[in-house]
């Protein structure tokens, strides 16, 4: 479905490893930025949601928003003003 660059991959298990007990990564198109994609990690799935895994990771993705992440890449691009954030491109 996407591709995980390496930033991304260590990033989001940093992520993991401040929210022990949290397994999953939400990923969520931010509606205000074109490309730009909001990361949480959370307990479970919920029942519109659909999961993949890639690298070990479970991601979780609205099902109505799964054409946004194919044949894509998921990037980590941290900002100069501290603000972190991940891409889609």
């Not at 993991?16 to 930025?33: A, D, V």
């Not at 307990?43 to 109505?64: M, N, P, R, W, Y």
């Amino acid at each position: 479905m996407f591709i995980v660059t390496e930033a991304a991959n260590q990033e989001l298990q940093n992520r993991l490893k401040q929210f022990g007990h949290k397994q999953f990564i939400r990923m969520q198109m931010r509606k205000s930025c074109f490309m730009k994609v909001k990361v949480t990690v959370e307990d479970a799935i919920q029942a519109s949601d659909t999961e993949v895994i890639k690298d070990g990771l479970h991601f979780i993705i609205d099902a109505g928003e799964c054409h946004y992440f194919n044949h894509k890449t998921l990037d980590y691009i941290p900002d100069q003003t501290g603000f972190k954030q991940f891409e889609i491109i």
